[in-house]
T-cell receptor, first 113, second 111 residues
Framework: SAVISQKPSRDICQRGTSLTIQCQVDSQVTMMFWYRQQPGQSLTLIATANQGSEATYESGFVIDKFPISRPNLTFSTLTVSNMSPEDSSIYLC??????????FGSGTRLTVV | SQQGEEDPQALSIQEGENATMNCSYKTSINNLQWYRQNSGRGLVHLILIRSNEREKHSGRLRVTLDTSKKSSSLLITASRAADTASYFCATKDTGRRALTFGSGTRLQVQP
């Protein structure tokens, strides 16, 4: 299965700033996904990123707050914009590398102070 | 999308005991998968069961699926301290590409 390198692994950021999270996949994948995991909670889908088209956002998430890029079949970024303490979470990227197979990055632990 | 529920939310057992976690979901699915997460890091895929399967085994793991009740269970036999982690079920809902995750069970295995 595909392997995803996600960085940074953690960051502490000032409120009002932005952070860009990168995910590099070691093989070409059509679909990539971004999830948020708030402290002690489960994973919530932010958006689906398909190469060559705009990302599709889930209810409650907007492009201005979480812009996503998907320039090719092996790379994607998620930016968390104008951060507030409520954005403190773990952010995970995921790729679908087969009909049934999903692989996940190791996560970015974001703390906003 | 609506997340499913898992129970228990937390489970503490002794090494060598069996651990059972349950998952309920709300939609029509293609398959259901179980993942493990250590200390808030990335997810590790454990096992997948298709919607036309009722039971599946992999090593110390046994998963069941009841599509009429929209529920699944994960059994870990002869647990080890290294099994301490959070466990999540995730469904591949019909018509969706992304996985939908359950609320998770935090398992603590005492040595």
């Amino acid at each position: 299965s595909a392997v995803i390198s996600q960085k940074p692994s953690r960051d502490i950021c000032q409120r009002g700033t932005s952070l860009t999270i990168q995910c590099q996949v070691d093989s070409q994948v059509t679909m990539m996904f971004w999830y948020r995991q708030q402290p002690g909670q489960s994973l919530t889908l932010i958006a689906t990123a398909n190469q060559g088209s705009e990302a599709t956002y889930e209810s409650g998430f907007v492009i201005d707050k979480f812009p996503i890029s998907r320039p090719n079949l092996t790379f994607s970024t998620l930016t968390v914009s104008n951060m507030s303490p409520e954005d403190s979470s773990i952010y995970l990227c995921s790729a679908q590398d087969s009909d049934y197979g999903y692989t996940f990055g190791s996560g970015t632990r974001l703390t906003v102070v | 999308s609506q997340q499913g529920e898992e129970d228990p939310q937390a489970l503490s057992i002794q090494e060598g005991e069996n651990a059972t976690m349950n998952c309920s979901y709300k939609t029509s699915i293609n398959n259901l998968q179980w993942y493990r997460q250590n200390s808030g890091r990335g997810l590790v895929h454990l096992i997948l069961i298709r919607s036309n399967e009722r039971e599946k085994h992999s090593g110390r793991l046994r998963v069941t699926l009841d599509t009429s009740k929209k529920s699944s269970s994960l059994l870990i036999t002869a647990s080890r301290a290294a099994d301490t982690a959070s466990y999540f079920c995730a469904t591949k809902d019909t018509g969706r590409r992304a996985l939908t995750f359950g609320s998770g069970t935090r398992l603590q295995v005492q040595p």
